[in-house]
């Protein structure tokens, strides 16, 4: 019994001891990560909506998003859209979405996006929602987006 407590006690303090290391490693990409103007295109009801961010890898390493979620929706989605031929089709980014060392990229309407679906809340101009980005390194950046109106084309 004894031994038992004493390599748990070990085990404990091993953890202890090499969790603030891993939690640093695991969030210095995401350290590195800026986001900027992250709207929603507001839609009525149930339609899904869009989200829209420029975001700045200022690290020396490639950083990878691989999913994206958030409390106000049950499923969020990095779509591309494409034009096959003049018929326009999104999507899924499933491998995620490397974004190389010094640079960024813009999710912005006709192009990359967020698609938002099965609204958890309901959602109107000027309302705010966080969505979390997860990186392949276990990082995660919180972005704080604005609802804005079904009209606005982006800043």
């Not at 019994?1 to 038992?4: A, H, L």
């Not at 691989?66 to 034009?83: I, L, R, Y």
């Given at each position: 019994?004894?031994?038992?407590k004493s390599?748990?006690?070990?085990?404990?303090?091993?953890?202890?001891?090499?969790?603030?290391?891993?939690?640093?490693?695991?969030?210095?990409?995401?350290?590195?990560?800026?986001?900027?103007?992250?709207?929603?295109?507001?839609?009525?009801?149930?339609?899904?909506?869009?989200?829209?961010?420029?975001?700045?890898?200022?690290?020396?390493?490639t950083i990878?998003?691989?999913?994206?979620?958030?409390?106000?929706?049950?499923?969020?989605?990095?779509?591309?859209?494409?034009?096959?031929?003049?018929?326009?089709?999104?999507?899924?980014?499933?491998?995620?979405?490397?974004?190389?060392?010094?640079?960024?990229?813009?999710?912005?309407?006709?192009?990359?996006?967020?698609?938002?679906?099965?609204?958890?809340?309901?959602?109107?101009?000027?309302?705010?929602?966080?969505?979390?980005?997860?990186?392949?390194?276990?990082?995660?950046?919180?972005?704080?987006?604005?609802?804005?109106?079904?009209?606005?084309?982006?800043?």
């Open positions: 019994m004894m031994m038992k390599l748990i006690q070990a085990l404990l303090a091993t953890t202890l001891m090499t969790s603030p290391a891993l939690v640093y490693a695991q969030n210095e990409s995401a350290q590195a990560v800026e986001t900027s103007n992250a709207w929603i295109r507001f839609t009525p009801g149930t339609i899904p909506m869009a989200g829209y961010f420029t975001l700045n890898n200022s690290s020396a390493e990878t998003i691989t999913s994206a979620e958030s409390a106000d929706f049950g499923h969020v989605m990095m779509h591309q859209t494409v034009n096959d031929s003049g018929q326009m089709s999104m999507q899924h980014m499933g491998e995620g979405l490397a974004v190389t060392a010094g640079s960024h990229i813009s999710f912005a309407p006709g192009g990359m996006h967020l698609m938002l679906m099965q609204r958890q809340r309901p959602l109107n101009p000027g309302d705010h929602v966080n969505v979390t980005l997860n990186l392949a390194d276990g990082g995660a950046v919180s972005v704080e987006f604005e609802v804005k109106p079904i009209s606005y084309e982006g800043p």
